[in-house]
Each structure stands twice: as C-alpha cells, then as structure tokens.
C-alpha cells in the first residue's frame, strides 16, 4: 500500500475582500494596459517616461492580480513585495508629477497619486497590504 504525502492546502487570497481586490487590480490592469499601449503605439515621442511608467503600472498590477488569483504563501509574499513596490511607485512617480510637472507632458497612471484614476493606485496597493498581512495570520 503506498502512502502518499498531502501537500498543505494553499492559502486562499481571494475569499471575501480579496475578491474585490482582483476585480479592481483587474479593472487597472485593463484600463492601465490599454491605455499605454494605445499612447504607445500612436504618440509614443510625446511622453515616452510617462507612458512607459503607465505599462509597467499595467504589468504590476496584472502580476499582482495574478498572485492573488493563484493563492498560497509564496504567491502571498510575492503580492506584498509587488504591493509595497507598486506604493513606492506611486508615491515617487505622484511627487516627480507634481515637483517637476514639466517631466511628464501627459498623465501616468500614477500622476497626481492616480487622481486620473479616482486615486485608487494610491489606495489600491494600501488595501491590498492590509489584506496580504491579514491572510498570512490566519
């Protein structure tokens, strides 16, 4: 008779709140990947810093959505690392905007802290750490 290992269950990410954070990271993936992508390939000698910020934004929130959606330990750490990167992100991006505004002749996902995006890439990433923190406890 063989024995077989059970693999620990993974932990699920996306239960209660965590549903609502991969429905919005999926909404800024959508709107931030379409929207680089379409400045891109039309107007890319305009803002070349800007939109290049705005497909890395998309790529950073597809990845996180990504962990979410996959669940376990190690996809929770690798959300949090990307969580606190994506913070960092907007709070440098968000004050380059606003002290140098002449750096970026159009908006970026992040300018202004995401005011373009109802200032949800500000509190998107502050929730989700909650979040990720939260889960690891249980």
């Known amino acids: 008779m063989a024995v077989t290992e059970e693999k620990p269950a993974r932990t699920r990410l996306i239960s209660g709140p965590g549903m609502l954070l991969v429905w919005l990271y999926g909404v800024m993936v959508v709107g ?34 990504y962990t979410l959606v996959r669940g376990g330990e190690k996809a929770r750490k690798a959300a949090l690392v990307c969580c606190a990167a994506e913070l960092a992100g907007v709070v440098v991006v968000g004050t380059w905007t606003l002290v140098e505004p002449s750096a970026f002749p159009d908006a970026t996902v992040w300018s202004d802290y995401g005011m373009g995006y109802l200032f949800i890439p500000v509190l998107l990433p502050l929730s989700a750490l909650y979040w990720l923190r939260k889960a690891r406890a249980r």
């Open 32 to 65: 931030a990947v379409s929207r680089s992508a379409y400045q891109i390939a039309t107007e890319f000698d305009r803002a070349p810093l800007a939109y290049s910020l705005s497909a890395v934004a998309g790529l950073v929130y597809g990845f996180i959505t």
